[in-house]
Structure formats: C-alpha cells, structure tokens
C-alpha cells in the first residue's frame, strides 16, 4: 500500500510515454557504454526506458540517448540490447 501517496513518474526515452518509474528500467552511461542500472543505484545522470527492444530501437532512430544523457558523441548500447534480447527470449 502507498498510502495515496503518488508513485514517481518517469519518461521512456524511446517512445516518449509517461509512465511509473517502477514500470522503466533505468539506464546510466559507463565509459561510453550504456549500461541498465534495475537497482537504481549507480551514479550519474540516468535515462528510463521500458524493457523492450521497440522502445530501444526507437530511442536509438531518435539519437534519445544523447540528449537524455546530454552527452555528444557515440553511446554504444550493445550490452543493454544483449540484455533485453535475452530477456524477451527467456519469457
């Protein structure tokens, strides 16, 4: 129970829906590499994004990643695609 309380809201960087927070997996930026942080804790500017690979694609036709993070220059999200191909292939 939330107690009425509103839960947080956050925007997927792909398809631009808001949505709960607890619904997006937040995404941080480590050494050029886009990188899924589910526990919320790692430091620096993060990006949500719903597990899904449409949603990843989407951001990616958009270059939404760069301006997220507000970084120039090339992110290289191949471990973030690696993970949510595994899991839709795990479902």
């Known amino acids: 129970m939330n107690r009425g309380r509103a839960a947080p809201q956050r925007t997927c960087v792909g398809c631009r829906v808001c949505t709960a927070k607890s619904d997006l997996l937040r995404l941080v930026v480590i050494?050029?590499?886009?990188?899924?942080?589910?526990?919320?804790?790692?430091?620096?500017?993060?990006?949500?994004?719903?597990?899904?690979?449409?949603?990843?694609?989407?951001?990616?036709?958009?270059?939404?990643?760069?301006?997220?993070?507000?970084?120039?220059g090339p992110l290289d999200a191949s471990a973030l695609r690696r993970r949510l191909e595994a899991e839709r292939g795990g479902s």
């Open 31 to 72: 050494e050029g590499f886009i990188v899924p942080d589910p526990h919320g804790r790692l430091p620096g500017r993060g990006a949500s994004l719903h597990p899904d690979l449409a949603c990843l694609e989407l951001a990616e036709r958009r270059r939404a990643f760069s301006r997220a993070f507000r970084l120039s």
